[in-house]
């Protein structure tokens, strides 16, 4: 089970560090994303990283402002995000995959339920 918290309200400019807690003992063994959606919007990649947290890839339209993390002895995932942007409202899940690494929403096995992130301007 995944299960992503730490959205919430802020202010453009702020920075947040969403965070996505596994359970399970195999979680060091998972490829980890994160994803965004907003309303009548295709779910979004956002960040991945590979189960060792050697590899990372990030949404272009997001490189420079966040940074995508794993504790494996804490089966935690992050994702900071700074400098947020009124245009940076979605709702973020965290997923993971034990074969798949990339941007394919599809071949993501596991979902969690997301976190809201709302950013005023």
């Known amino acids: 089970q995944l299960q992503a918290y730490g959205g919430g309200l802020v202010q453009a400019g702020d920075f947040l560090k969403l965070s996505c807690a596994a359970s399970?003992?195999?979680?060091?063994?998972?490829?980890m994303g994160w994803f965004r959606q907003t309303p009548g919007k295709k779910r979004e990649f956002v960040a991945c990283?590979?189960?060792?947290?050697?590899?990372?890839d990030y949404v272009d339209s997001m490189k420079g402002r966040i940074t995508i993390s794993r504790d494996n002895r804490k089966n935690m995932v992050y994702l900071r995000i700074i400098n947020l942007k009124p245009e940076d409202t979605a709702v973020y899940y965290c997923?993971?995959?034990?074969?798949?690494?990339?941007?394919?929403?599809?071949?993501?096995?596991?979902w969690g339920q997301g976190t809201q992130v709302t950013v005023s301007s």
């Open positions: 399970g003992r195999t979680f060091s063994s998972y490829n």
């Open positions: 997923t993971a995959s034990d074969t798949y690494y990339g941007s394919r929403e599809l071949y993501y096995q596991y």
């Open positions: 990283i590979s189960w060792s947290g050697g590899s990372t």
